[in-house]
């Protein structure tokens, strides 16, 4: 990602639920966080990896979203494939494609007393058009909110950031 400690503006993130288990919705969370970094590139796709292969490319335009036609595309994932256009190395404007592979997580247990959840995640990405591999790690801390409004859907604030490190030449 460039733009490593950049501060962004806040942005939604969506955490979705089955059965006990909390999970981040990658087709939902991964577009923005990118965007987000880095305001020079347009996500223009994703697709997420399930138990049966990659799921349908879901645009930005609504194409291929649906439950209907993409059923995969929200359940949990630990790779995932964006299509971006965005500046390259040389500085052209290129669509390009990133394929990234979530290879660690590590959480606090229990919550800490103020009641944040830590969540650190190490990544390795590729991107062929560049020919260019790097490896980063984002942490999350996650606190909830208090609201009237719904108590069925808790309110989360949180805090990203990223780390990148580049693999020696």
Known sequence: L??????????AQN?????????????????RKLEAFWPECKVTAIQVEGNSGFS???????????KTENPSLHLPSTRFILDFEGPTRNSDRKIQ?????????????????EGALYISKQ????NVQQDLQT????TMVLRHIE??????????QGLVKVSAFLPKP
């Open 123 to 126: 990544y390795v990405q590729s």
């Open 147 to 156: 609201t009237v409004s719904d108590s069925r859907s808790p309110s989360i």
């Open 2 to 11: 460039p733009n490593v400690g950049y501060n962004p503006f806040p942005f």
């Open 135 to 138: 490896l980063y790690k984002e």
């Open 56 to 66: 349908p490319k879901c645009f930005v335009t609504g194409i291929g979203c649906t």
């Open 97 to 113: 494609s990133i394929d990234t592979t979530l290879v660690g997580t590590t959480t606090n247990n229990p919550i800490t007393e």
């Open 15 to 31: 955490f979705l639920r089955e059965r006990k288990l909390v999970y981040e919705d990658v087709a939902y969370n991964i577009p």
